[in-house]
C-alpha cells in the first residue's frame, strides 16, 4: 500500500540522488513532461544509472514514467530501464487498449533481454483525457495494469474545464477511475499532483476529498508534500480503536447469535460497517509491514 509517490525529473543528477530520502513509500523517476527533447538520452542514462546503483539497498519503490506510446521515444525508453528492481512503468497519456498492448509487446522483449521473469513490470496508466477515461475499462482488463493515476492538468485542457477548490470538473472522470478500478479489482487510482506546493492545507483538503472518493495514494511534486499525504493514507489511532471496537461488537454479538449490534455511541454495526472496519485494520497491518523499506 503506497501513500506518496514522488518524482524527480530523469535528468537532474542531483535530484535523482536525493529522492530516495525524502520519506515516500515511492518514487518516479520521470522521463516525459519535466525533461526536454534534447534530454531524453541523457534522462535516459542517468536514470538507468540510478537504478543499478539502487539495487540491494533499503529503498521506497522505484517506477519510471516513460515518454507516452506515439511518441518517438517511449520504445527507447523501455529498454534503457526495465530491470529487476523496477516495480512498475508509468504510461502517460494512456488513451486506448491498444497503447496498452503495444507497450506490454515491448516490455516483454525488455524483460526477456533483462532475464526477468515475464509479466513481472506492471503498468499504471495515467488517464489525462477524455478519451482516456472512457477506454479505462478496457485497459484495466489488460493483465499489465496494474492501476491508474489521474492526470488533472491535462485532462482539463483536453476537456477545456477550467481548475476550482472544489475540482468540480474532474469530479466524474475521477469516480469513473474508481469505479473501473473497483469492478476489474485493480488497485484504487492514485490522486494527481496538486501543483501549489506552498499550499499544505489545501494539499491536505484536497487529499482526504480524494481518500474519501475511493483513491488511495497521491503523486507528489516537491518533498515537503510527503508528510501531508502519508499523514492522510496512514489510519489515526482514533480510526483503528473504532474499528477495532467495531470488529470486537461485531464478533459478541454473532456469538449471541444476531448479525447486528449497535455500539455504545449509538452506531449501528451490519455487515458493511464491519467490512469497512476490517479493511482499515488490514491497511494498518499492511503499513506496519511495509515501514522498514521506507526512507523516514
Known sequence: MLRSYLFAPGNNEKLLTKVFSAGADAVVLDLEDAVSPADKETARRLTAQTLKQQVAKVQPRIFVRINAVGSPWWREDLRSVVQPNIS?????KAESLEQVRQAAFVLEECEAHAGMKLGSVRLVCTIESAAGVLAAAEMARHSRVAGFTFGAADFLTDIGGEADARETATLFARSQLVLISRAAGIAPPVAAVYTNVT??????????????????????????????????????????????????????????????????????????????????????????????????
Open 88 to 92: 512498475g512503468i508509468r504510461l502517460p
Open 199 to 296: 499550499d499544505l492545507d489545501g494539499l491536505r483538503h484536497s487529499t482526504v476529498t480524494e481518500r474519501n472518493l475511493g483513491f488511495f495514494g497521491r503523486s507528489c511534486i516537491h518533498p515537503r508534500q510527503v508528510p501531508v499525504v502519508n499523514e492522510v493514507f496512514t489510519p489515526t489511532a482514533a480510526q483503528l480503536a473504532q474499528a477495532r471496537a467495531i470488529v470486537a461488537a461485531h464478533e459478541e454479538a454473532q456469538a449471541a447469535g444476531s448479525a447486528v449490534t449497535v455500539l455504545p455511541n449509538g452506531e449501528f454495526v451490519d455487515r458493511p460497517v464491519v467490512l469497512r472496519a476490517q479493511a482499515l485494520l488490514a491497511l494498518d497491518e499492511a503499513l506496519r509491514l511495509k515501514e522498514p523499506q521506507s526512507c523516514t
